[in-house]
């Protein structure tokens, strides 16, 4: 172990990209860290996700940007398409400079969280515990500390629990009631899962096929041998299909069957994947992120959904207030929690909010409403307009300052 560090130990609660994230930066300041991650080992793969203004900037203050180029995707733009593949709004990387809906930086999220794991391995110096196929089962806490129960059996005590667990967060649930009263449903369903690659997908590009109520897009993977599919669906909420990998499958199927384009080979590539994901579009509000020494984290804390594209930058801009914070006053716990979420409410508010009118403007439910999305592309696209359409679907936080720690 190092010789130096703060006499606190932290117990954050999951390993993807929020808590690896918060670990590295708790590592990095000499604070005993723990790490419990449900899963058995790291998930690779998963959607795209882009790194852009504050999480870019987080990105490189945190010395990950050369790992993240050796893994980047190297897209090249995006393109709608119709039933016979022909493409139209079609968005070079360079028509919004780097700022559209392709991003110059993307990477897929297992590549970025594995980017992650590699800086906490070598930032560790004695000061790590990771620990997977594991959770919490029971908190409780008092004005010194948290008495954690896991799912393994036995109880630990820790100064501060973190809970970076996902949209349906387990340490939420625990410390600040079911997830049903910080949880609002966007009005339907994501899919993406990996696929080979069709011989007619131009490399580097991604394409999107929308009919009523859905969508079906193939991006790019690392490897071009594969790709990812990503499927969007308008539909009721419905509790069955949270843990009924069947039924999820089959709403996909009721509603690619004769879209045209690639659905046929989508849908048929869904049975066989092994990285088959599945979840609500939702949006997670929490009246304060901690309650006494739990704070959340990510998705786990305020979940904006796919939509917004700014889930992997409130998990890393988050992290690094977080952790920024507790390294400035470690043996005050409850200023910086307080001051880590002054500080970052304002990002949260506008990197929260859904641009273009929600998923009944994303997926229209008639032959009209296809029209009129049409119509909005087209004006999206024309060239005066391009820097307004940048700041207000791509550069909603663009004007946050990032505190230095």
């Excluded at 969280?113 to 110096?125: R, S």
């Excluded at 990771?130 to 004005?143: A, E, M, N, S, V």
């Excluded at 004769?258 to 048929?268: L, S, Y």
């Excluded at 929490?286 to 930058?313: F, H, I, Q």
């Amino acid at each position: 172990m190092g010789t130096t560090g703060h006499d606190i130990h932290i117990l954050v609660s999951g390993g993807g990209i929020a808590g690896n994230a918060v670990a590295l930066q708790l590592l990095r300041a000499g604070i005993r860290t723990t790490v419990l991650e449900r899963a058995a080992a790291p998930r690779p793969g998963g959607q795209a996700v882009d790194l852009r203004g504050a999480s870019r900037e987080v990105a490189e203050r945190m010395g990950l940007m050369a790992g993240i180029r050796k893994t980047q995707l190297h897209e090249l733009g995006f393109a709608h398409v119709d039933a016979q593949g022909r493409e139209f709004g079609v968005m070079p990387v360079e028509m919004f400079d780097g700022k559209g809906p392709i991003a110059d930086i993307e990477i897929s999220r297992g590549d970025l969280n594995q980017v992650l794991l590699d800086a906490v391995a070598e930032a560790a110096d004695g000061w790590l515990d990771y620990r997977y196929g594991d959770w919490i089962t029971d908190l409780r806490q008092d004005d010194s500390g948290v008495d954690v129960t896991f799912a393994s059996g036995g109880t630990e005590r820790f100064d501060l629990v973190i809970g970076a667990d996902g949209l349906h967060s387990t340490t939420r649930a625990l410390v600040f009631g079911p997830e049903e009263q910080f949880r609002t449903y966007l009005g339907g369903y994501i899919s993406f899962f990996t696929l080979p690659t069709p011989s007619d997908i131009k490399p580097g590009w991604m394409a999107l096929r929308t009919v009523p109520k859905a969508n079906f897009g193939i991006r790019p993977d690392y490897d071009p041998d594969t790709c990812k599919a990503i499927i969007s669906l308008r539909i009721p909420e419905d509790p069955a299909l949270r843990r009924d990998p069947a039924a999820q499958k089959q709403r996909i199927r009721d509603h690619l069957t004769g879209a045209g384009w690639h659905a046929e080979t989508v849908v048929a590539a869904m049975d066989r994947a092994d990285d088959f994901y599945f979840d609500i579009l939702a949006r997670v509000d929490l009246p304060t992120l901690s309650k006494g020494r739990v704070v959340m984290l990510g998705d786990a804390g305020y979940c904006g959904s796919p939509m917004t594209g700014m889930g992997t930058a409130m998990a890393i801009v988050g992290a690094y207030v977080l952790a920024g914070e507790i390294a400035a006053t470690p043996d005050d716990l409850t200023g910086a929690l307080a001051r880590h979420e002054q500080q970052l409410r304002p990002f949260l508010e506008k990197a929260q909010e859904i641009p273009g009118g929600g998923l009944s403007r994303m997926l229209p439910d008639s032959a009209f409403g296809l029209k009129m999305m049409r119509l909005t592309i087209k004006i999206m696209m024309a060239k005066p307009l391009r820097p307004l359409v940048a700041k207000m679907f791509f550069g909603k936080t663009d004007d946050y300052v990032l505190p230095t720690y």
